[in-house]
């Protein structure tokens, strides 16, 4: 059976594997057919004979519905590579041929987004202003989500405790510094680098409970012998953490990338940085791409042009 199903997978058709992942979708082969533009008689003798090939059943005919077997779940997941990879050619070619370049579809947390991704882009626009950049900023677990999907090329992030890494290749970056931003005004501005416990009173504006930064944040208040602060809120919006810490005393952890993009010009939005007496830092984020998934050229250079500027930090 390992031996047919390798064969059949080696010479599947864009059409067998439409049909396959359109009834794994719908439950329904009549509906199915529709999607594929065939009759319900036909797809069900595509089926058969797709069955019969690789000699195992691959969908349960129930009630409700046809579910996937163990083996046509497996079968149906190769289908939909199969798919995106045809359909990723068709794109690629046709974009070559109306000369825009290609397509890039990249992820990132926060820091990395506006330390590595923006540069990258900028230097990729230079050289092939038509290629299409669609640049997702998120928490790593739905980046991991989205490169599961096949919805990314890569991403800049950290593996969720627990998740099931053999999908993808994962290549080192490196970690991020925490800064703490306040108003210009703020009472602790100007009396050199401070501790964690002259700050413990004050209001914080925090990331969720089990992010990156909060956890950094945490980790070092306990390092010292400390409770977490007590006076938080919890915000993950940079509008927002900005009208927070506006008009009040309050302290907001961040990357040192965000930082610095919220106080040197052109931006220079009326904050300081609050220099701390230690060092925070936040475990290393990684460059993550799906497995045995080919990206377009485009893609390439981005991925080609992020690891250069990771190296030479």
Known sequence: ?????????????????????EI???????????????????????????????????FERLPKGMEPTPAGALIVHHARRILDDHAQLCAEFREL???????VRVGAVTG???????????????????????????????????????????ALARLPAGFDDRGFEIEPARDEIVR??????????GQGPVSLRALSDFPWILQERGLPIRRALESVFHDEGL??????????????????????DAIAPMSQE?????LDPPVSAGFRRLDLNR?????????????????????????????TAIRGM
């Open 97 to 103: 041929g109306e000369g825009r370049g290609g397509t």
């Open 112 to 154: 990395p987004a506006i330390g590595e991704l923006v540069p990258a882009i900028h230097w990729l626009k230079a050289r092939a202003p038509r290629v299409d950049v669609t640049v997702e900023v998120a928490p790593s677990q739905a980046l991991v989500q989205a490169l599961g999907r096949g919805d990314l090329d890569f």
């Open 227 to 248: 409770a977490s602060p007590g006076n938080v809120i919890s915000a993950s919006s940079l509008l927002v953490i900005v009208a927070l810490l506006r008009d009040s």
């Open 24 to 58: 794994a979708d719908s439950g329904q082969l009549q509906r199915a057919a529709q999607a594929c533009a065939m009759t319900q008689p036909a797809a069900s003798r595509m089926l058969a004979d797709i069955e019969d090939r690789i000699g195992t059943v691959l």
């Open 1 to 21: 059976m390992v031996c047919n199903m390798a064969d059949f997978l080696d010479n599947m058709r864009p059409v067998q594997s439409r049909l396959l992942v």
């Open 258 to 262: 965000v930082m610095e993009l919220m």
């Open 180 to 189: 703490l931003m306040v108003r210009d005004g703020h009472p602790m501005l």
């Open 279 to 307: 060092l925070v830092t936040v475990e290393p984020y990684m460059i993550l791409r799906p497995r045995e998934r080919r990206m377009s050229h485009a893609a390439e250079m981005l991925l080609d042009r992020v690891r």
